[in-house]
Structure formats: C-alpha cells, structure tokens
C-alpha cells in the first residue's frame, strides 16, 4: 500500500497513540495495530481496529487527566 500523503510504502506496526476524550481527558492506547508510512509518518486504522478503539474509549473512566490503556486484539 502506499501513502495517500507522499506516496511511500506504508507497513502494518503497533504504536503508542494518544486519543483527545473530552476538554480534560487524554487517553493513550499502548500497542495498537497501525498502518503507518515509512516516509511521513502518517497512519491508518483498519475499520476492525477502530471500532475496537470506540468501544475502549467509551468504557473508559474520563475523571482522570491522562489514562493509559493497553490495546488488546
């Protein structure tokens, strides 16, 4: 696949990635399955992937500030 940004090759990896919940809420996903470019960076989220992350999302407790969660397949 390439990269729809610069045309590079892009590769499935599993990264750390922050997601905005609300005004006071971040929450970090620990190694989720990415498609990511080798040449700018920018990813992709399969359609399975994404939804799994909504539904992680809005189970979570949004009182604290920053929360970590570990995806999990």
Known sequence: MKCHVCGSKMRAINT???FKVNDTT????KDLPV??????SEYLLDDPVLKRVDAIIEK???EAELKIIRYAA
Do not use: E, S, V
């Open 26 to 29: 971040i929450i970090i996903m």
């Open 60 to 62: 979570a407790d949004t």
């Open 35 to 40: 498609i990511q470019c080798d040449g700018c």
């Open 16 to 18: 750390d990635l922050p």
